[in-house]
T-cell receptor, first 115, second 112 residues
Framework: AQSVTQLDSQVPVFEEAPVELRCNYS??????LFWYVQYPNQGLQLLLK??????LVESINGFEAEFNKSQTSFHLRKPSVHISDTAEYFCAVSDNGGSNYKLTFGKGTLLTVNP | NAGVTQTPKFRILKIGQSMTLQCTQDMNHNYMYWYRQDPGMGLKLIYYSVGAGITDKGEVPNGYNVSRSTTEDFPLRLELAAPSQTSVYFC???????????FGPGTRLTVT
């Protein structure tokens, strides 16, 4: 069975400050990793994903995440946040050899960016 | 291309009532999923389907039923609603390959 731990339930930061949202996973097999973002009263949207290849993946709005196999982590970072980044962020893991493509989600981290 | 649509957006049920949450996708995805989201708990998988006519239980299936008669539709049925089913319900779909799931806007259900 897989599991995902998001180490911080809430992260308050000031605008233009850097931020890191932490995610650790456990799995007995190779995995795909995802970060989803949920803005207030909306569904989840994919932010970025790691499937294979380069361990550093980037999103179009300045977020990046690095897959660290030895530490089983996939932390999300942004060097300078904006008010509009306020949202809940979910880390998710999937077995890349499975046949049902299920995702296991963490409990989420609420990022609040203050002026 | 609407993606994943869900109806209704909001619903209030009385204890013991039944209802069906509708989910439709227009991306010809084989895989579809139902999740519930409770505050501070992330998303829990209720049921999923790998194709028309094939469904399976997820992590929290009790009190729910699903069917998948077409590729596009994946309705979730609540029988004998209970307060514990108060939640936000999300439907999602994916194609084979990289497991990326596309989510609908959600249905907020209150059972009183």
């Amino acid at each position: 069975a897989q599991s995902v731990t998001q180490l911080d339930s809430q992260v308050p930061v000031f605008e233009e400050a850097p931020v890191e949202l932490r995610c650790n996973y456990s799995s007995s097999v190779s995995v795909y990793l995802f970060w989803y973002v949920q803005y207030p009263n909306q569904g989840l949207q994919l932010l970025l994903k790691y499937l294979s290849g380069s361990t550093l993946v980037e999103s179009i709005n300045g977020f990046e995440a690095e897959f660290n196999k030895s530490q089983t982590s996939f932390h999300l970072r942004k060097p300078s946040v904006h008010i509009s980044d306020t949202a809940e962020y979910f880390c998710a893991v999937s077995d890349n050899g499975g046949s049902n493509y299920k995702l296991t989600f963490g409990k989420g981290t609420l990022l609040t960016v203050n002026p | 291309n609407a993606g994943v649509t869900q109806t209704p957006k909001f619903r209030i049920l009385k204890i013991g009532q039944s209802m069906t949450l509708q989910c439709t996708q227009d991306m010809n995805h084989n895989y579809m999923y139902w999740y519930r989201q409770d505050p501070g708990m992330g998303l829990k998988l209720i049921y999923y389907s790998v194709g028309a006519g094939i469904t399976d239980k997820g992590e929290v299936p009790n009190g729910y039923n699903v069917s998948r008669s077409t590729t596009e539709d994946f309705p979730l049925r609540l029988e004998l609603a209970a307060p514990s089913q108060t939640s936000v319900y999300f439907c999602a779909s994916s194609s084979t390959g990289d497991n990326e799931q596309y989510f609908g806007p959600g249905t907020r259900l209150t059972v009183t």
